[in-house]
């Protein structure tokens, strides 16, 4: 059900914030994405620990100078607009001749499998766009749908069947699960080695440890810090913000910015003064699922914004009946921020493009393919 926040960002949640840069709010932000020129092409970072190894993008040493470059033509204070979707098209594109190139040279195609369990709406337009994706970039995709009422042990025989079967590079299983199943054992049941969610426990804690690296990156986290890369925004010595933890997006984001050398805050709800700690970073990560809880009163000028919430909010001229909006007040933010990521079409599509980058990555690794 979508919640019933208005679409100015004047949640009760927030009533209590500090009030708006109003001088900077009062002029309306005008987008002219035509002159906002595409991120250039860059080989996708595989290692988490490469990340800031990698060549920068052109011409842009950081988020104000692409900013910068974003407002040429523009007086007013308008933010870059970090387009997602176009990335996420740019990654799937290498991805299919990466693959092309494997199939020709080993002859194998990567596979990844997908268990789903329940009749989510959400989940399955989500594991549909999976397969779907799989097809145009050349992943052969296996699907096992199972009833909301399956037991455990049903999951787990179709993971260890996966498991065995050295056509699948890549295993996952779409969560939310229903609540009767526990997710640990689950998650923990996928091989380490075809684990292309990155979820199980020891591949976190090889995301946490110095001088290690996990075999796959989580897919949403990835996809954030490919944005920041390929809009050229400089991340080692900087000041970065996550506003929540959730084992998914949270937690790991604030680990692959610790890995690219910012130094970290982590925002949660029993953070006292979070709009204060979030006013200090250059790069904001907000993971939290609250609609709008990050207003124009939160950010730093100029600062990198990159937003992973996806919440549904009442919209009865929208054919859905809801719309999708952020964790973060667009309007506003998008007034003060450097760049912003919108919703729809900021951080939603890269984790798809994400999970194909990580599943190449597997069948790579398993059959030596360079
Ligand atoms: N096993 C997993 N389960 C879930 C994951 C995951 O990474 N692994 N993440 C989410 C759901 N998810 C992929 O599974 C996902 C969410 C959102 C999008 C997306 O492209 N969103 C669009 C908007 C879509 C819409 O209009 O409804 C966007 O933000 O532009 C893709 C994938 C939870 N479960």
Redesign the pocket.
């Given at each position: 059900m979508a919640s019933s926040i208005l679409s100015d960002c004047s949640s009760s949640a927030t009533s209590r914030l500090l009030p708006l840069r109003r001088a900077l709010l009062a002029q309306p932000c005008r987008f002219l994405p035509t002159t906002v020129p595409a991120p250039p092409r860059r080989p996708l970072a595989i290692a988490a620990a490469q990340l800031p190894l990698l060549p920068r993008a052109r011409g842009m040493a950081s988020a104000s100078a692409a900013a910068a470059a974003a407002s040429s033509t523009d007086s007013d204070a308008c933010a870059k607009i970090i387009d997602?979707?176009l990335v996420a098209k740019q990654i799937r594109e290498e991805i299919a001749v990466e693959i092309a190139k494997m199939k020709d040279v080993i002859g194998v195609v990567p596979g990844l499998a997908v268990i789903l369990v329940g009749s989510r709406k959400?989940?399955q337009?989500?594991?549909r766009?999976?397969k779907k994706a799989c097809e145009a970039v050349g992943i052969k995709s296996y699907e096992v749908n199972l009833p909301e009422d399956s037991s455990e042990d049903e999951v787990l025989k179709h993971i260890a069947t996966f498991n065995s079967d050295p056509s699948v590079h890549g295993i996952?299983?779409?969560?939310?699960l229903p609540h009767h199943m526990n997710d640990e054992n689950i998650l923990n049941a996928v091989s380490i080695e075809k684990d292309v969610?990155g979820?199980h426990p020891l591949n976190i804690g090889r995301l946490a440890m110095q001088g290690r690296d996990p075999f796959f990156v989580?897919?949403?986290p990835k996809g954030c810090m490919e944005l920041l890369h390929r809009y050229g925004v400089e991340i080692k010595g900087k000041r970065a913000v996550v506003i929540g933890r959730s084992n998914?997006v949270g937690m790991p984001a604030a680990l692959l910015l610790q890995k690219a050398n910012a130094t970290v805050s982590i925002v949660h709800s029993n953070t006292k003064k979070p709009e204060e700690i979030t006013r200090q970073a250059d790069i904001v990560i907000a993971a939290v699922g609250v609609a709008n809880l990050v207003r124009g009163s939160w950010i730093k000028p100029g600062a990198a914004i990159i937003d992973v919430g996806?919440n549904p909010v009442d919209d009865p001229e929208s054919p859905r009946g809801y719309r999708?909006v952020g964790d973060v007040c667009y309007e506003e933010a998008s007034k003060i921020a450097g760049l912003i990521t919108p919703?729809?079409?900021?951080?939603?599509?890269m984790?798809?493009a994400m999970?194909l980058s990580n599943t190449l990555e597997s069948a790579k690794r398993i059959h030596k393919f360079k």
């Open positions: 997602g979707k959400d989940s337009t989500y594991v766009n999976k996952l299983v779409q969560l939310p969610d979820f989580p897919c949403t998914i996806i999708l919703v729809p079409g900021g951080v939603g599509p984790t798809i999970l």
